[in-house]
């Protein structure tokens, strides 16, 4: 059974940028969700995917967004970086929607914006 | 949307001794209640989870706890170990508590 992977592990960006970052989920879960894990803090959850759609949304402005393809690997996009945006994102993919099911989470993106 | 509390944000235990982390929530549809452990460097990997129709569950060392009319959940951990260091959080529904520090002293 693989696990979920992201990439890259590391990343700086320039404020004003734009990223993209990876993810692939464990074989045979279909949902991915991407969280946001700033320094000493709980993750804050950016968004769910299922089945290739926006399946539910945390409260994070709409220059974070997100893509799920066919085999449910995904991409998390951020445009016009600012320096709040420096943190540790994470993914997770799931059997099922809406936290209603175990998280398995990948080791993240450390994203840097100077 | 769901808003979780976690306390304590640190805790320092004797080896062997209990440790016990509270959370509470606020949407009373949430029925589902993880707790995760995070470990330098690595995502958090799940340690036990408990549902809404279940008052508490075990497995081994660790316990939780869950009163759904009060809208609290708490994780115990017995016997703990230097390797039960590591920051711990509670969760329900797609929201995370703020994360709880322990340390185990030798």
């Known amino acids: ?114 | 949307g769901e808003n979780v509390e976690q306390h304590p944000s640190t805790l320092s235990v004797q080896e062997g001794d209990s440790a016990v982390i509270k959370c509470t929530y606020s949407d009373s549809a949430s029925n589902y209640f993880p707790w995760y452990k995070q470990e330098l460097g690595k995502g958090p990997q799940l340690i036990i989870d408990i549902r809404s129709n279940v008052g508490e569950k075990k497995d081994q060392r660790i316990a939780v706890t869950l009163n759904k009319t009060a809208k609290h959940f708490s994780l115990h951990i017995t016997e703990t170990q230097p390797e039960d260091s590591a920051v711990y959080f509670c969760a329900a529904s797609s929201s995370f508590g703020a994360g709880t520090t322990v340390t185990v002293r030798a």
């Open chain 1, 1 to 114: 059974e693989t696990g979920v992977t992201q990439s890259p592990t590391h990343l700086i960006k320039t404020r004003g940028q734009q990223v993209t970052l990876r993810c692939s989920s464990q074989s045979g879960h279909n949902t991915v969700s991407w969280y946001q894990q700033a320094l000493g803090q709980g993750p804050q959850f950016i968004f769910q995917y299922y089945r290739e759609e926006e399946n539910g949304r945390g409260n994070f402005p709409p220059r974070f967004s997100g893509l799920q393809f066919p085999n449910y690997s995904s991409e998390l996009n951020v445009n016009a970086l600012e320096l709040d945006d420096s943190a540790l994102y994470l993914c997770a993919s799931s059997l099922e929607r809406q936290g209603g099911s175990p998280l398995h989470f990948g080791n993240g993106t450390r994203l840097t914006v100077t």
